[in-house]
């Protein structure tokens, strides 16, 4: 029984210890795990998703807390991770652009200053904290109005944690609504 608004340009923060629900909920908005009972409306009309691929459709996307097993493909190339969740919504032929894509993801790596030799490494060989950077990579490449960030700065150092805290008021100063999770108060707080 919850009931919570997060507008344009603003970052809702929840916080909780592990298994009060916070991450199963929005799990639940962005189709990864059923959703049994109430309604969530988007830009004033109701919606209803059993998927994620209906959430990216929608403008949702989800960074999870766990990357490794649900945001990426570590022995795929980094360029791989961040195309993969638009390949549905950006390839309008049966050929793929390459080129649109690689330009794409260099761009997004640079906004992200993601520190890696090429984009077509493995997402294996980054740190955790530029492994966290190709995970906000792919889901900004699909241009969302609502980013849930669960547990964003799990396993980063210091440095990542202050660049991605930054990047979240980047997002939410461009119109787009976050939603941050995190076990720790004072990081919601902040």
Not at 5 to 13: D, M, N, P, T, Y
Not at 159 to 172: R, T, V
């Amino acid at each position: 029984n919850i009931t919570f608004e997060v507008k344009r340009g603003e970052i809702l923060g929840i916080s909780g210890l592990v298994g009060s629900g916070r991450s199963e909920t929005m799990r639940g908005i962005f189709g990864m795990d059923p959703i049994t009972s109430g309604k969530m409306y988007l830009d004033g009309e109701e919606i209803k998703i059993k998927k994620p691929s209906q959430a990216i459709k929608h403008g949702i996307c989800m960074v999870n807390e766990d990357r490794k097993n649900y945001g990426l493909a570590l022995h795929r190339s980094i360029r791989e991770n961040m195309a993969l969740p638009t390949l549905p919504i950006k390839q309008k032929a049966p050929l793929l652009n390459k080129r649109k894509e690689e330009k794409d993801c260099q761009d997004m790596g640079k906004m992200l200053t993601l520190k890696a030799a090429s984009i077509d490494h493995d997402a294996f060989s980054l740190s955790g904290g530029n492994q966290q950077k190709v995970v906000l990579a792919k889901w900004l490449l699909a241009d969302p109005k609502v980013l849930i960030l669960d547990e964003p700065t799990r396993g980063v150092d210091v440095g990542a944690k202050s660049e991605i805290h930054s990047l979240m008021c980047e997002f939410a100063a461009k119109g787009m609504a976050v939603i941050m999770i995190s076990s720790e108060l004072p990081e919601v707080m902040g």
